[in-house]
């Protein structure tokens, strides 16, 4: 798990970057309209190769309806996303946004009734503080 979450974070660190070079030129709007193609097409790519056709036939309601709302909340979070990378710098966006870890933390201890030790509501304060720090203009 904590391989695949590294990865992940070297990965969106990337996507970032190279997304504030990609909107060169262009709207916000137009760089995350393109850059989702790219990424239906690359995630559609890989189920095809590694999910079973049975595995579909797994699908139920819930499952449509959940990640249904998954894509929305997804959708919506790309467009803020990419308005702010086309106005701000990627250090203060990309850390804001990664405040979401908090709000992830807060919705699954109260949907989902996962623990929160003191552990990670300290780790919860340090992001929030960190936050503060970058986002705040001198």
Do not use: C, H
């Not at 660190?13 to 262009?26: P, Q, R, Y």
């Not at 699954?108 to 304060?125: H, N, P, Q, Y």
């Amino acid at each position: 798990m904590i391989k695949f979450a590294i990865l992940s974070m070297f990965f969106a660190g990337f996507t970032s970057v190279i997304a504030k070079i990609g909107l060169t030129g262009i709207s916000g709007e137009l760089g995350l309209s393109v850059r989702t193609l790219f990424v239906s097409v690359f995630v559609f790519g890989f189920a095809a190769m590694v999910v079973p056709l049975q595995d579909w036939s797994t699908l139920n309601r819930n499952n449509i309806v959940w990640l249904g709302a998954s894509g929305l909340t997804t959708t919506l979070s790309w467009i803020f996303y990419y308005k702010a990378l086309k106005l701000g710098d990627v250090a203060t966006v990309a850390l804001i946004d990664k405040g979401s870890v908090v709000v992830a933390i807060f919705l699954a201890w109260l949907l989902l009734k996962e623990t929160v030790s003191i552990r990670i509501i300290m780790g919860a304060l340090l992001i929030i503080a960190g936050l503060v720090v970058i986002a705040k203009k001198p």
